[in-house]
């Protein structure tokens, strides 16, 4: 039956590929955010070693009330924006985290101080609670996720995602690891939608790419702030690039990565999971903004990755048909999770004297498996998972 079941998953991903690729260039997509105003009401309290950490499209962090996403989504996804159109809220938000409104001169600095309050608690939380813990580790979901409301049968949320990979940590590791969760806009939509309207690649390229940076060096804020200096980052998918934002200056908005310190904990395990990142990525690797000296890299980086993954490959055979008219360099590169045209190896050239730990998953025959999904694709793939698993928290 799980044969059956990964075989119907794969010609399931195969047709939604068709679709996407031919409507590649056909017609322009728009933005479809992923509003988390309600993340109280809609999950589950989190477990005492879980700290949550909600990001908008802008990397400004939700606070911990409830927003209504409807409004939000008027906003266009901005809690600046809602701020800005909801003053009396504001006020109440303001009085909560500290912020006295009357001492500042206009809305900006009043918004900015607000999220900067934000932060602080978020970061005093954290300390106060994973001072009895081994390691802190980070799980940083992908592409087309939401944390709840999910309406679409295919698609897990990104908390049960988070809560496999928890699973799987907790199983194979013998340390007391406290979580925190990452939940940012990545963008969503069903897959029936995007089979028949909407182009998930074009999608994946205009909107989720530049948030995924966003998110990346916003998070810095509070990761660089880990006072326990054993921290594993565990990302999926185009999570690799919001950790690469996190990590290192990758360029991309060099104003910020500049006043926002990477992190300098003594051991950073960076375990990217079928990365939708290119090697080229890596080029400014060892640019960082870490406030200290450091006497090496702090960094140990980790890839596992799938040959057979057609998300990444954005093409695969169906018997002995070729579907899909793109490559892994095509609308945002996600080479590195496939291994394409040698990009592991790529990788370990851009980042020497670090040394790189691979991790390959792909398998031949009835026992390939071509889908990107985290659990089903890459948890219970294969033994060597486990191994990876173990490697990041040594």
Not at 171 to 176: D, V
Not at 271 to 277: D, G, H, N, R, T
Not at 282 to 294: C, D, E, Q
């Amino acid at each position: 039956m799980k044969s059956r079941g990964h075989f119907l998953l794969s010609v399931l991903t195969t047709i939604v590929l068709i679709f996407q690729t031919a409507e590649v260039g056909a017609r322009a997509v728009r933005a479809h955010p992923v509003c988390m105003g309600k993340h109280l009401r809609k999950m589950q309290p989190a477990p005492v070693n879980v700290a949550r950490v909600f990001l908008d499209k802008e990397g400004h962090y939700y606070p911990d009330c409830a927003l209504p996403d409807w409004q939000l989504r008027q906003c266009n996804a901005s809690l600046f924006d809602w701020y800005r159109s909801h003053p009396e809220r504001l006020d109440e938000i303001c009085a909560a985290y500290g912020v006295k409104v009357a001492t500042l001169k206009d809305t900006d600095r009043v918004l900015n101080s607000l999220n900067g309050s934000i932060i602080d608690s978020l970061v005093r939380s954290i300390n106060k609670r994973a001072a009895d813990y081994d390691v802190v580790a980070v799980s940083i979901h992908g592409f087309r996720k939401k944390p709840y409301n999910n309406c679409d049968i295919f698609t897990r949320s990104s908390r049960i995602d988070s809560r496999r990979l928890e699973a799987s940590i907790n199983e194979n590791t013998g340390k007391k690891v406290f979580y925190i969760e990452l939940y940012w806009d990545c963008q969503f939509v069903n897959l029936i939608h995007a089979m028949l309207f909407n182009s998930g690649y074009k999608m994946f390229h205009d909107y989720g790419v530049p948030n995924a940076t966003v998110a990346g060096i916003a998070l810095r804020n509070v990761v660089s702030r880990i006072e326990k200096q054993d921290v594993a980052i565990v990302t999926h998918s185009l999570g690799a690039r919001v950790g690469c934002a996190l990590l290192f200056n990758t360029g991309a908005n060099v104003a910020e990565e500049i006043k926002s310190p990477t992190p300098a904990q003594t051991n950073v395990s960076v375990l990217m999971i079928a990365p939708a990142v290119g090697a080229d990525l890596f080029s400014n690797y060892f640019h960082r903004s870490a406030g200290k000296t450091l006497p090496g890299d702090n960094y140990h980086p980790g890839i596992v990755y799938n040959h057979n993954d057609l998300v990444l490959q954005k093409h695969t055979k169906f018997w002995f048909i070729k579907i899909g008219n793109l490559t892994a360099r095509d609308l945002g590169p996600t080479t590195l999770g496939c291994d394409y045209e040698g990009d592991i190896d790529k990788l370990r050239t851009l980042i020497k004297p670090a040394t790189l730990q691979a991790f390959d998953l792909s398998q031949k025959g009835r026992h390939a498996r071509k889908c990107h999904y985290l659990n089903h694709c890459y948890i219970k793939n294969s033994a060597k998972f486990p191994d990876a698993i173990k490697w990041c928290f040594r």
